[in-house]
């Protein structure tokens, strides 16, 4: 009893090879395939470089989002005060963050004041939001304290203030330098409130990697913001950082019953959630368009094979009398279309990782080409265009091109393995 031979055996391999190393005179790879090697290269290129580009806009924002800023704020609802305005301060802030901290999960819990002022040195003015914070406090946020670009001792910062690189930049500031802080809700007096002018010495300045808080945030003692905007013995709101804050809300919910009953809460993700809305759905459509550019690449695979089957039809006849079976023919074929597709999906994913780990210098040399101005951090929030490379995306375009190659390459090998070998041969 003749058995017959294993799938993709080794004489299969050998047959593939040869039509794919056979000159263009006889009838070997084509031109179209040429093309649709160089088009599954550059799709796999364009989809993992924007799948990079992706996760580090996402993790760009994200980081900066939670390294300088609360994961949950946590306020009271407003009432009115004794002089007919509402007011949403905490009066007993002090027992209220005792009760927070000890909510399971929760790591920091910072009382704040905050307000809006005019910051002037020697003629430039800038408006400012100060947040009044106690030093060890400021010392637990990284996006601060951790700084990739920092100038000053934030040690000495209950002798003044820290500023953001913006707001310096706009007022030609630096370390040493006093500003002053004019604020309209300044000292009551009989004749009504004035203005308040306060001069600070600049202690530290930093760059949290967002360019709106950079450009609008100062840093100011606790106990000398209480005092600078009238809030002896309270505070404005708690901030409460968690030690997972991507899943903050069950938290939050623990935050609020503990808080108490005037007690609001305020997550990152309801500041941020319709710009991570905006970010996943663009995600998707991306993704979904690249998608069809790596499927109309492998589209040219099949042209390129249905011409290598028509020039190999005596071939394919001479196999078949020998007693190739159709399944022998039909993988022999597949192995050479599937060749294009794997071997243009590996140059791809080398092009695109390059490019993820490389971006800085490619795009300080497309800077340079553009004559500078290509990205502007006040309309992107960043510095940078970041990129992350991460497995999960790469896995994930790598699947992608090679299902998309093999299905499409099935067509014209099963199209070779079902010609009649008669036919084939009739005029040879």
Not at 349 to 375: E, K, R, T
Request: aromatic content about 10%; glycine content about 10%.
């Amino acid at each position: 009893m003749v058995r017959s031979p294993a799938p993709f055996a080794a004489f299969e391999w050998t047959i593939a090879w040869r039509y794919l190393r056979a000159r263009r005179a006889e009838g070997g790879v084509s031109v179209m395939t040429w093309i649709s090697l160089i088009g599954i290269t550059l799709a796999v290129f364009a989809l993992i470089a924007t799948l990079a580009v992706r996760s580090g806009f996402r993790t760009e924002f994200v980081g900066t989002i939670l390294g300088a800023n609360a994961h949950v704020t946590v306020y009271n609802a407003a009432e009115v005060d004794a002089q007919g305005r509402l007011s949403r301060t905490i009066a007993d802030y002090e027992a209220m963050a005792e009760r927070v901290a000890q909510v399971p999960g929760v790591i920091r819990v910072a009382p704040l004041v905050k307000g809006q002022v005019m910051a002037s040195l020697q003629g430039s003015n800038a408006g400012v939001e100060v947040f009044g914070i106690a030093p060890v406090d400021l010392q637990g946020l990284p996006g601060i304290a951790e700084a990739e670009q920092a100038f000053g001792d934030l040690s000495r910062f209950p002798e003044g203030v820290a500023i953001g690189a913006g707001v310096a930049r706009a007022l030609g500031a630096g370390v040493g330098d006093r500003i002053k802080l004019i604020s309209p809700d300044g000292v009551r007096t009989a004749f009504g409130t004035s203005p308040r002018v306060n001069a600070y010495e600049i202690v530290y300045v930093f760059s949290a990697g967002r360019y709106d808080i950079d450009r609008t945030r100062l840093y100011m003692p606790f106990a000398e913001a209480q005092s600078y905007f009238n809030r002896e013995g309270v505070a404005d709101e708690l901030e409460v950082m968690v030690s997972d804050p991507e899943d903050v809300n069950p938290i939050a919910l623990n935050i609020l019953r503990a808080a108490g009953e005037r007690a609001q809460v305020w997550t990152w993700r309801d500041a941020s959630g319709g710009f991570l809305r905006a970010l996943e759905v663009e995600d998707n459509v991306m993704f979904i368009i690249l998608s069809i550019l790596v499927l109309i690449a492998t589209m040219n695979i099949v042209s390129g094979l249905i011409m290598l089957v028509k020039n190999k039809g005596r071939d394919i006849g001479i196999l078949r009398t020998i007693g190739l079976s159709e399944g022998s023919v039909m993988r022999i074929f597949f192995i050479c279309g599937a060749f294009t597709g794997v071997l243009g999906t590996m140059f791809g994913v080398i092009l695109g990782c390059l490019f993820a780990l490389y971006i800085d210098p490619i795009f300080s040399l497309v800077n340079y080409v553009m004559g500078g101005g290509v990205w502007d951090p006040s309309i992107r929030g960043i510095y940078a265009l970041p990129a992350e490379l991460r497995l999960t995306d790469v896995l994930s375009a790598v699947s992608l091109s090679l299902g998309l190659s093999f299905l499409v390459t099935l067509f014209p090998a099963r199209r070779a393995a079902r010609m009649n070998p008669v036919e084939a041969l009739r005029y040879e």
